[in-house]
């Protein structure tokens, strides 16, 4: 499986337009600063909506307020890293459908099992590019739009 490829079949769906992406609420959690404020740029310059989080503790806080449509989580973390922060989103009924993309500097065959045992629904290694950030939400974000109207 390579970097950029789904965990889900369903990710076949149309995929969203640049136009449509300003709707798309988008969280990045990292304990980086140049991580974060990298994703952000390339994010905000999609249009998106971006939210940032330095660790699992600050991003669950943030959550249930801002509703984000896609996560992007760092593994490796203080307090609370990435498989713990995804296992946590998934186990909530609210969220559980959110899709948890992962980021890390490991690319080995151990750390994706340990990701999808989790919840992540893709994982993606760094140093990540804009071009694989926008492909990554063109997928998700339209499978979080269709499991949102379902719940309803």
């Known amino acids: 499986m390579s970097q950029n490829e789904p965990n889900q079949g369903t990710a076949s769906q149309a995929r969203l337009t640049l136009k ?3 709707n798309v609420k988008v969280m990045v959690i990292d304990d980086s600063n140049t991580i974060r ?3 952000e740029i390339f994010l905000k310059n999609f249009g998106c909506q971006v939210i940032l989080a330095e660790d699992g503790f600050d991003a669950l806080a943030k959550i249930s307020n801002e509703h984000p449509d896609l996560i992007f989580v760092d593994i490796m973390m203080p307090r609370l890293d990435g498989y713990q922060t995804c296992s946590l989103i998934k ?10 993309i992962m ?9 994706r099992a340990r990701g999808r045992m989790v919840g992540s629904d893709q994982y993606l290694t760094k140093p990540f590019t804009k071009e694989t950030l926008l492909e990554a939400i ?3 974000a339209k ?3 269709c499991n949102e109207q379902e719940d309803e």
Not at 103 to 111: E, P, Q, T
């Open 20 to 22: 449509q992406l300003s």
């Open 103 to 111: 980021l890390s500097s490991k690319d080995g065959l151990f750390d």
């Open 138 to 140: 063109q997928t998700y």
């Open 37 to 39: 404020r990298s994703a």
């Open 91 to 100: 186990r909530n009924s609210r969220y559980k459908t959110t899709p948890v």
């Open 143 to 145: 499978l979080s739009e």
